[in-house]
């Protein structure tokens, strides 16, 4: 049987390119990432989780991570909270700072979030309050409203089918699912196949979330559950093209390869330049470390330079760090 082809995505009247999406990802997706993976191809990118009580504060913190520019269009903003009144004033903000949708956080399994705020993969505990919580976001505001989640608490409550029936009922438009529960965390392998259970329970799209970290993973995750898009986390890291390279795979079955060791470099120093100009010098360089950690990750020498970076502080010496690490092996490369 022929595969299938992917071309788009429907999340309500917004129309994706791709039915590839970035994960939102606390720490990572910020503007500068957010900006260079949806240039390589990604069909939509979600903002870090934003808790709806800063945001309603307008703690400029919180007001700098749901920034975002016209290129990154269609961008959805995730929201992480458990008053309905208190989600719906931040949906409706974000609605008027241009968001193109508004994405609910009921997946977070992090203690911070979960147990102590009872917010994020805990609301799958109440679903009485998660229906609330929905239907008030998705009354405040006129642009779509979608939900992301885990399996269930744990493996003996895993309720994402019954909760994406209520989230359809409440109005929303897309429904993505981490195959883990939130008991198991980030441990074990994504259940593939439990989405599937997800996507036969509702008529809205699914999007399966979870250990999706090359093209094959994609494809067989697509396979298994019968998602209608796939959204990618960790497997981005060091790698934004992974996305594109994905959608690209999705729409026309050819494999892109990985850029090479130059392209990689400029794209490494774009990200950096970026994040310096989103953060300014001081908190640029300290959130930059791990992404150029990730970029670096199994070239040669790359524990030594990851080390080196960590204990640099002026954005100058950085840069010259760089360069000395990337282009003995772009010389050795062009040999």
């Not at 929201?79 to 903000?93: F, N, S, T």
């Not at 989640?149 to 029936?165: E, Q, V, Y």
């Not at 060091?238 to 130059?262: E, F, I, K, M, N």
């Not at 992404?291 to 524990?303: D, E, Q, T, V």
């Amino acid at each position: 049987m022929t595969e299938q082809r992917r071309h788009s995505l429907a999340i309500g009247p917004v129309r994706l390119d791709s039915p590839v999406i970035l994960a939102p990802m606390a720490g990572v997706t910020d503007m500068p990432n957010r900006r260079l993976v949806k240039r390589l191809g990604a069909g939509m990118v979600v903002s870090e989780m934003i808790a709806s009580q800063a945001m309603i504060r307008q703690n400029r913190q919180t007001m700098k991570m749901a920034s975002h520019t016209p290129d990154e269009f269609p961008m959805a903003v995730q929201l992480a909270g458990c008053e309905p009144e208190v989600m719906a004033d931040a949906a409706r903000l974000n609605q008027d700072l241009g968001a193109a949708i508004i994405d609910i956080n009921m997946g977070c399994p992090v203690k911070k979030v979960a147990l102590k705020g009872e917010a994020g993969s805990a609301l799958m505990r109440n679903e009485n309050l998660a229906a609330r919580i929905l239907t008030a976001v998705v009354k405040a505001v006129s642009i779509p409203v979608t939900l992301k989640m885990r399996t269930g608490w744990d493996m003996t409550s895993r309720n994402a089918p019954s909760l994406a029936k209520v989230a359809e009922e409440c109005g929303i438009r897309m429904v993505t699912v981490h195959g883990r529960t939130r008991s198991q965390m980030y441990s074990g392998s994504a259940d593939w196949a439990f989405i599937g259970e997800v996507k036969r329970a509702v008529s809205i799209p699914v999007v399966g979330n979870g250990d999706v970290e090359s093209i094959d993973d994609a494809r067989t995750m697509l396979e298994m559950s019968g998602a209608d898009g796939v959204m990618i986390g960790r497997g981005t890291y060091g790698r934004p093209w992974l996305p594109g390279q994905v959608a690209h795979y999705l729409a026309t079955g050819d494999r892109l390869p990985d850029p090479g060791l130059a392209e990689q470099y400029t794209i490494l120093t774009e990200h950096f330049e970026a994040m310096l100009l989103h953060y300014g010098s001081v908190a640029g360089v300290r959130n930059a470390r791990k992404h150029i950690a990730w970029y670096s990750k199994g070239l040669p020498g790359s524990a030594e330079f990851r080390a080196e970076i960590n204990r640099l502080g002026e954005v100058e010496a950085v840069r010259e760090a760089i360069r000395r690490f990337y282009e003995p092996l772009l010389c050795r490369e062009a040999a």
